[in-house]
C-alpha cells in the first residue's frame, strides 16, 4: 500500500517510519529544507523528549482534550520512545520535574535518530514540496484519498497521514497549512490561540525592571478577581521579561487560562491576576517570625538593607517600592503593621495579565481539527477514508515538560 506522509516534524517522522515498517510504500513530504525544525529548538534546543511519569499521568497533564489520546498514551508509551532512540545509539538521563533529555544536551542528536531510522528504512523524502491540495474520489456516499497535488505536480496514494503541525513558530514550517487541506474535505477546525505561551502584563514598569530574573521554587495562583475563583496553581520555576513574564509553571498556566471563560473581556477588564508566592514553604506566620528575626539582628540598619537573606537583588526596590516604607527607615521604626504588609507582599507579589504574546512565540497551538471527527483508535478521519492525523494538527494540548 502506497502511504504519504504530510508534515516532517517528529509525528511526521515517525508516522513515516511506522509506517514502513509495517510494509507500506512510504513517501515523506516536507515543505521546508530539512526535516525536524521545531524539534531542534525544543528544551532550549536540549529537546525535552518525553517524560518519566505513569501514563496515566500523562491524560492529566494534557488539559486540551487529554482522554482523546487514551488509546494512543496506552499503544506508544513514554517508555517506547526511550528504547526507539536507545536502539538507535542515543541514551537519555531524567532531570528535575521527571523531563527526559538526550544524555548529549544536543536536540540535533534526537533528530538524527530519527533521519537515520527513515534512511535505514528506506522512506523516500522530498523536500521544498508543500501539498496544495488533497485528492479524494467518491464511492457509494463516502470519499477516500487517492492522492495530493503538490507544487512539484500530483502523488497517487491509498493513505494519506497529515502531520502538519500547528501555526506557532511558522519560521520552523508551522504555519497552519494542515488546517487548510483538512477543511477543504469537510473537517471542522476549532478556534486557533496560542497554548504553552507568555503572559504580558500591565505592570509593565515593574516587569522591566525585573527582566532576566528567574525565580526558583515559587508558587503561582492563576485568580479571577471578579469571581475570586482559582484559576490555575503550580510551583516551580518562572521568569521576568521586558513584556511580562515566562517559565516553565507560566507556560503551564496559559494552558488553562486560555480556555477560561470570556477570557478577552477579564483581561480587557483587568480582572485577571497572577499571585506569586515568592516563600510557599512558610505560612504568613511562620514568614512574619522570620522576618522579625531577620530585623532583630540588624535593627539598627536602614529598611533598604533589610531584604537580602530573603529576596534576589534585582528584586528588592520593588518589593521596597510597593512595601511603602521608606528606604532610609530604621529597622527598629518599622511597625508592626508595615511588617506584615511586607509579609503578604512577600506571599501575594500580584501581577495583573494583559494578555498574551503572539502566536508565533507559542511553543504549542491550542484548537485544530474538531476531535469528534477522528476515531481515537486509529486517528482516521471519520469524513474521508485513508485520511489520518498525527501531531499538533488535532486539537489536543498538553503542558510543557510533562507529556
Partial sequence: MKVIVIGGGPSGMMAAITAKQNGHQVILLEKMKSLGRKLLITGKGRCNITSSLDMEEFIKNTPGNGRFLYSSYQNYTNQDIIQFLKEQGLVVKEERGNRIFPITNQSQDVLKCFTKKLKDLGVVIQYDTKVTKILV??????????????????????????????????????????????EQ????????????????????????????????????????????????????????????????????????????????????????????????????????????????????????????????????????????????????????????????????????????????????????ICIKEINPKTMQSKKVDGLYFAGEIIDVDGYTGRI
Fill in 137 to 182: 474520489e467518491q464511492t457509494n456516499h463516502s470519499f477516500r484519498v487517492i492522492g495530493v497535488e503538490t507544487n512539484h505536480g500530483k502523488i497517487e496514494a491509498e493513505r494519506i497521514i497529515l502531520a502538519t503541525g500547528g501555526k506557532s513558530y511558522p519560521l520552523t514550517g508551522s504555519t497552519g497549512d494542515g488546517y487548510l487541506l483538512a
Fill in 185 to 368: 474535505l469537510g473537517h471542522t477546525i476549532t478556534e486557533i490561540k496560542p497554548s504553552l505561551i507568555p503572559f504580558e502584563s500591565y505592570e509593565r514598569n515593574i516587569c522591566q525592571q525585573l527582566q532576566g530574573l528567574s525565580l526558583k521554587n515559587v508558587a503561582i495562583r492563576l485568580l479571577d478577581k471578579e469571581t475570586k475563583k482559582d484559576i490555575y496553581q503550580d510551583f516551580g520555576e518562572m521568569l521576568f521579561t521586558h513584556y511580562g513574564v515566562s517559565g516553565p509553571i507560566i507556560l503551564s498556566s496559559s494552558a488553562h487560562l486560555v480556555r477560561y471563560q470570556k477570557i478577552g473581556e477579564k483581561l480587557s477588564r483587568q480582572s485577571i491576576l497572577l499571585m506569586i508566592d515568592c516563600k510557599p514553604a512558610l505560612s504568613e506566620e511562620q514568614l512574619d517570625e522570620r522576618v522579625l528575626r531577620d530585623f532583630q539582628e540588624i535593627k539598627n540598619k536602614q529598611f533598604k538593607n533589610s531584604l537580602d537573606k530573603l529576596l534576589p537583588q534585582k528584586m528588592i526596590p520593588v518589593m521596597i517600592e510597593k512595601s511603602q516604607i521608606k528606604l532610609d527607615k530604621p529597622i527598629n521604626e518599622v511597625t508592626k503593621e508595615e511588617r506584615r504588609k511586607l509579609v503578604k507582599l512577600l506571599k501575594s507579589f500580584t501581577i495583573t495579565i494583559k494578555g498574551f504574546r503572539p502566536i508565533e512565540e507559542a511553543i504549542i497551538t491550542n484548537g485544530g
